[in-house]
């Protein structure tokens, strides 16, 4: 790929892919190593849709608002991010180049400076999830009440994640094509599940129908009573709830470099993960409500440090004796999962960085196996803030983290749609609109103004429960405002250093929309035919 060595070396904090080439003189390394397989892309994809968010963090959604409130809350989040990842699809569809990402069309479509500071959230954000996915293992093993103190399964948990980084990438690849297949069989049982318990197949064959949207009631109070309280309980919710969905779209794109025929699947990807949400997501907290009361005492915020799945609870006042055991090692495992994808994501970026000449040379260092290593020591080492569990509660320690999280994950959609209006322009000025017509996003431009509208919104409202009378705490409002000013330091002080003489935006006319298309446009393959009616069903699997 002649192109990529020029992109890379324009892009700040692009995912660079694995088969970047040096020249043959280098050795190995120097580069990190292509090892992951169509498989192992196909399913992780799938699976990457499925986290502790759904498994753990919607029982707190559940606690907050109720089950109509928890349902409304993730069909809003579901369509505002049907907006972003619309535009996304678009934008790599038309440039799926080797090794791009958001922050790479933030360099391209807005300036080199965006390029950076996305570069860079993304790394401290990625880096930082791991702890957070830690602290949810923790919180789900809590369920069987060990007798073993919190540092000792912090550590060992940490451990685990952090020396599966340390194998090659196909090792990587391997396990996450096994924990992601386990996700998905396991999210389909539980739906099944869900039905036949709601048509009373328990063990005490009463159906459940919707006696948990009726006790205490569908849509609760939170923080104060009544109409008010109702809202709050729902704007609660819908904060919160974003956790579940972070940086799904972005990870899309990322594949793009990765695919076969991009310029043809990519859209198709984009309008699939759009059903997965629906099915997952959507139908999985429907599931939950019907399932479990929301004033169940061992919910995450139920109490102090409880924190066990609502699927686990939901299977154990249901009577199925054992079944709650093993929802909650497969639980386990996801969040142990989820910890080992986004140490990978965070060594990758911040190697991404190093290359393009933004952070110090030492973390392109890889090992012969093609591991970044002093980059993945780097994002490992935030995961020591998972020791905060020992000085509070597990419970509380996980709301910070999420906070953070969903503060980046807000301003990485901002960002998805400006960047998207930009390279919109871009099209426009240059004659290229009726050149991509085909890849053009039906709801496009509008979808994704009202998505950066929303998430805008919510973003200033990450917090807002801090602002209610009698309720104000630093740690709260700091962790869920922290990563405003973070970025805005990152974006300044590149703009006042090395980028004091870059344009604060590229001129539409400027912006380069032709290197490397050709060579996209030459790999393109014909579209499979599918002429039997199931093949159709492939869509959510593909």
């Known amino acids: 790929m002649a192109h990529a060595a020029s992109d890379s070396e324009k892009d700040p904090g692009m995912m660079k892919s694995s088969d970047t080439h040096y020249g043959d003189d280098l050795q190995p390394t120097d580069s990190t190593r292509r090892g992951l397989k169509s498989r192992h892309a196909q399913m992780i994809a799938l699976g990457g849709t499925i986290g502790t968010g759904l498994f753990v963090g919607a029982g707190q959604g559940l606690h907050r608002g109720g ?34 990402s958001m922050a790479y069309y933030g360099n391209r479509f807005g300036s080199k ?111 104060v009573e009544g109409g008010v309280g109702r809202l709050v309980g729902f704007i609660a919710t819908l904060v919160f709830s974003v956790y579940a969905f972070a940086f799904a779209p972005e990870l899309l794109v990322i594949t793009g470099g990765e695919m076969d025929s991009p310029r043809r699947n990519l859209p198709k990807a984009s309008r699939r993960y759009f059903y997965r949400l629906i099915i997952f997501y959507v139908f999985g907290v429907l599931a939950i409500g019907i399932l479990v009361n929301s004033n169940n005492p061992g919910l995450l915020g139920g109490t102090n440090d409880a924190g066990s799945s609502p699927w686990a609870l939901g299977i154990k006042v249901a009577s199925i004796s054992g079944l709650d055991s093993v929802v909650n090692v497969i639980i386990v495992l996801s969040a142990w999962s989820a910890g080992n994808s986004y140490l990978y994501l965070a060594s990758r970026a911040l190697y991404s960085i190093a290359e393009a000449g933004n952070a110090p040379k030492i973390f392109t260092r890889c090992t012969k196996s093609g591991i970044p290593i002093y980059a993945t020591a780097m994002s490992a080492s935030v995961s020591a803030l998972a020791y905060m569990n020992v000085s509070s509660s597990s419970a509380t320690v996980f709301n910070w983290f999420i906070n953070i999280i969903n503060t980046g994950a807000f301003q990485s959609w901002i960002f998805c749609c ?23 996003a039906d709801p496009e431009p509008y979808a994704a103004w009202v998505s950066m509208i929303g998430f805008t919104i919510l973003l200033l409202l990450n917090g807002f429960t801090v602002f209610i009378d009698g309720q ?49 446009a030459l790999q393109e393959n014909p579209a499979p035919v599918h002429d039997k009616w199931y093949h159709k069903w492939r869509a959510i699997f593909e």
């Open 67 to 100: 089950p109509a409130t928890l349902l409304i809350a993730y069909i809003v989040i579901t369509l505002l991010l049907f907006g972003v990842a619309t535009a996304t699809g678009e934008m790599s569809a038309y440039m799926p180049v080797p090794g791009c």
């Open 113 to 223: 400076s965006i390029g950076v500071t996305m570069g860079w959230v993304y790394w401290y954000i990625f880096a930082i999830t791991v702890p957070a996915e830690i602290t949810a293992t923790h919180l789900v093993i809590g369920y069987w009440n060990p007798p073993l103190p919190t540092a000792f399964w912090l550590t060992i948990i940490g451990i685990v994640i952090i020396s599966l980084n340390l194998f090659p990438v196909k090792v990587y690849g391997e396990t996450e094509f096994w924990f992601a297949s386990i996700k998905v069989f396991a999210i389909i049982g539980l739906l099944l599940l869900t039905v036949v318990l709601f048509f009373g197949g328990g063990p005490s064959h009463q159906p459940l129908w919707f006696s948990n949207w009726n006790d205490p009631a569908p849509m609760k109070s939170y923080i």
């Open 472 to 520: 104000w705490n630093v740690e709260t409002f700091i962790s869920a405002y922290i990563g405003i000013p973070i970025t805005i330091a990152i974006y300044t002080i590149h703009k006042c250093t090395a980028g004091r003489h870059d344009p604060w935006l590229t001129a539409p006319e400027d912006i380069d929309l032709h290197t490397g298309i050709m060579e996209v």
């Open 418 to 440: 400006f960047i998207y209006f930009r390279y919109r322009k871009a099209t426009a000025v240059q004659g290229i609109p009726t050149a991509s017509e085909a890849l053009r």
